[in-house]
């Protein structure tokens, strides 16, 4: 599929949002939008298969209505946290290979504690516009006691 194309799919995602977004009488609310990937040793087919690519791709529809600046943060988590280079509607198109798979090894552990602490620690004196975060995993963290729960 070309780059155009997808790129056609990710607004009318947006569009679809956006009128969600307005029957939940959010319209005008604007975001930092994070997205928090689990790179656990059970999520690798989940990488490999496209899942992940795609999620990104809708996670950008949605946040194109709501986010800031038109970046959306990203983070990996599992034994420790990584922070990744923002993905935007510019280079979307394979992120997955070219951003996390190029780099990352999708082996870890799953601890929720240092992808919390980095987000605090980078939010923390944030002020103005709000902050979404929006964590994908597929199971529960090996961390509960450090990570609160």
Same mark, same amino acid.
């Given at each position: 599929m070309s780059i155009e194309l997808k790129k056609k799919e990710i607004i009318a995602l947006s569009q679809k949002a956006s009128f969600a977004i307005g029957i939940n009488r959010l319209t005008g609310i604007k975001a930092q939008v994070m997205l928090v990937l689990d /790179?656990? !040793?059970s999520m690798n087919k989940l990488y490999r298969s496209g899942v992940v690519q795609t999620v990104i791709e809708r996670i950008l529809g949605l946040a194109l209505n709501? =986010? $800031? $600046?038109?970046? /959306? =943060?990203?983070m990996l988590f599992g034994t420790n946290a990584y922070a990744l280079p923002p993905v935007t509607i510019n280079d979307f198109e394979g992120y997955?290979?070219?951003? /996390?798979?190029?780099?990352? !090894? #999708?082996?870890?552990? @799953?601890?929720?504690?240092?992808?919390?602490?980095? /987000?605090?620690?980078?939010?923390? @004196?944030?002020?103005?516009? %709000? #902050?979404? #975060?929006?964590? +994908?995993? $597929?199971?529960?963290? +090996? =961390? !509960? !006691? %450090?990570?609160?729960?």
């Open positions: /790179i656990s !040793k709501f =986010d $800031d $600046d038109g970046n /959306i =943060d990203m997955v290979e070219r951003v /996390i798979l190029a780099n990352h !090894k #999708v082996i870890e552990a @799953t601890n929720y504690a240092p992808p919390l602490n980095r /987000i605090l620690e980078k939010y923390r @004196t944030h002020t103005g516009t %709000p #902050v979404f #975060v929006i964590f +994908l995993t $597929d199971g529960g963290n +090996l =961390d !509960k !006691k %450090p990570a609160g729960g």
